[in-house]
């Protein structure tokens, strides 16, 4: 497949690795203007220079609650540029991959499923549903996978949390907080493996399992030896967290049986991120 990437973020650059493993030809747009392939949602799209291809990804967006709310330039960019853009590449036969997330629910119910109705409590939420529900009116030819919390290798909670822990210093884990965590290959797996299926609509990408940060911090020092004494207890509230769902899963069975594949269940990802360290 010919696949078009929107975005040079840390997941644009690992689905470009994995796509290229599995044998796809790939082509990445970039801000930057000396870029062969230049594109800058801040503006409005022209897709004139960009390559004719099966399928783009749109990963390029702002991100983050307090982002969304603050920066004047968020509601362009991951909305109305979004939209204009994914219908300039529909029109000329590219069908559409956006990643969403799980802020489209207010996180009050867990392992939610593709038929739940979004009930986003942010802007950053809204502005994905927003977009949603544009593609879904054109599902035939848009490919939405909401994705749960993604975990890096070299940088990222884990990451951050191995390197504290090495050092013998403490670290601080939410118990208010959960997680239902993804290792950032398997999400860029997935999606490959959904496109490769030809799939369209909407999928989900999260594991069959959550716990709270701090379980998870637990399960994480016991798995490589560390003491559990260096995790320290927090509170989201303590940390001026704006935006703290009880719940962060989402119901992914679906996905599963379409691929053919399995997600990683918690203690699987930690031995996964372990052999990588």
């Known amino acids: 497949m010919d696949i078009l990437i929107v975005g040079e973020g840390t ?10 493993d599995r044998g796809h030809n790939i082509f990445v747009t970039s801000r930057k203007k000396d870029r062969e392939f ?17 399928w783009a990804i749109i990963a ?4 983050g609650y307090k982002a969304c709310e603050e920066n004047t330039e968020a509601y362009k960019i991951n909305t109305t540029n979004t939209i ?16 969403s997330s799980t802020a489209v629910f207010n996180g009050n119910i867990q392992f939610v499923t593709c038929n739940e109705l979004p009930s986003p409590e942010t802007s950053y939420g809204s502005q994905k ?3 949603e529900n544009y593609l879904l009116n054109n599902k035939k030819n848009a490919l939405i996978i ?5 975990l890096g290798y070299k940088s990222g909670l884990l990451f951050d949390w191995i390197t504290s822990l090495i050092q013998g210093k403490n670290i601080t884990a939410f118990t208010d907080l959960s997680i239902s965590p993804v290792m950032i290959d398997d999400a860029s797996f997935v999606t490959c493996r959904l496109m490769e299926e030809g799939k369209t609509s909407l999928y989900h990408c999260s594991p069959p399992e959550e716990v709270s ?13 560390f003491a559990t004494t260096l995790i320290v207890k927090g509170c989201s509230k303590d940390f001026n967290i704006s935006y703290a769902p009880k719940f962060s899963s989402l119901e992914a069975s679906g996905t599963e049986t379409a691929i053919d594949w399995h997600f990683p269940r918690i203690n699987e990802l930690i031995k996964k991120f372990i052999k990588s360290c």
């Open 213 to 225: 940060y701090y379980d998870f911090a637990k399960a994480l020092c016991m798995e490589f030896g």
């Open 84 to 99: 204009q853009l994914a219908q300039d590449l529909m029109e000329r036969g590219t069908k559409i991959v956006f990643p």
């Open 60 to 63: 390029a967006a702002v991100t």
């Open 11 to 20: 997941f644009s650059r690992n689905l470009t690795k994995v796509f290229k």
């Open 146 to 150: 909401r994705y749960t919390k993604i």
């Open 38 to 54: 230049q594109l800058d949602l801040s503006h409005s799209p022209d897709i004139r220079n960009l390559p004719k291809t099966d």
């Open 129 to 131: 549903v927003e977009v």
